[in-house]
């Protein structure tokens, strides 16, 4: 990575892109893609993944899942650290996503479920059974315009 392990540089991004294009691909085809020998992505890949910057993970779409509805649920906690309560927030399977957040909620979670029903349901059985959660504010997504869980690169980064 530019010779460093803390930042990526442009030609880094590019690889990640095309990995992201397809993962499975080999680095003689990444090569060809971003203009580098295939020595050279084999090797950035490798630094990149070693120092934690870069995972190659297979990304399921939301409906594909069976998920028609995502629900994003912001939380309070209530006697009791809201990073133990993010954690054990995590481990349900209907959890996609747990954030420690500022502001009117100690977390905030995306929650995916295959119907209303279910989500009530996992409401009530699952997280009220969580010690230390309190109120809860609910926000239904009508629709995902961008879910990008992917990917990061140095495209929106001010240095």
Do not use: C, W
Not at 23 to 49: D, F, L, P, Y
Not at 52 to 64: C, P, Q, R, S, W
Not at 101 to 129: K, R, Y
């Amino acid at each position: 990575m530019s010779g460093t392990t803390d930042q990526f540089d442009d030609l880094d991004d590019r690889i990640a892109l095309a990995l992201k294009s397809d993962g499975r691909q080999s680095a003689q085809a990444i090569a060809e893609i971003v203009g580098a020998s295939a020595v050279t992505v084999r090797n950035r890949i490798k630094s990149m993944t070693d120092a934690g910057h870069l995972k190659i993970a297979a990304v399921t779409d939301f409906a594909a899942a069976g998920f028609e509805v995502l629900m994003m649920i912001g939380v309070e906690v209530d006697k009791r650290k809201p990073e133990e309560v993010g954690e054990e927030l995590a481990k349900f399977d209907r959890v996609l996503a747990v954030n420690l957040t500022t502001g009117a909620n100690d977390l905030e979670i995306l929650v995916g479920a295959p119907d209303m029903a279910s989500v009530s349901a996992f409401m009530q059985d699952e997280i009220g059974a969580v010690a230390g959660v309190g109120k809860l504010s609910t926000a239904v997504a009508l629709e995902v315009y961008k879910y990008q869980a992917d990917t990061v690169t140095t495209a929106g980064r001010e240095d």
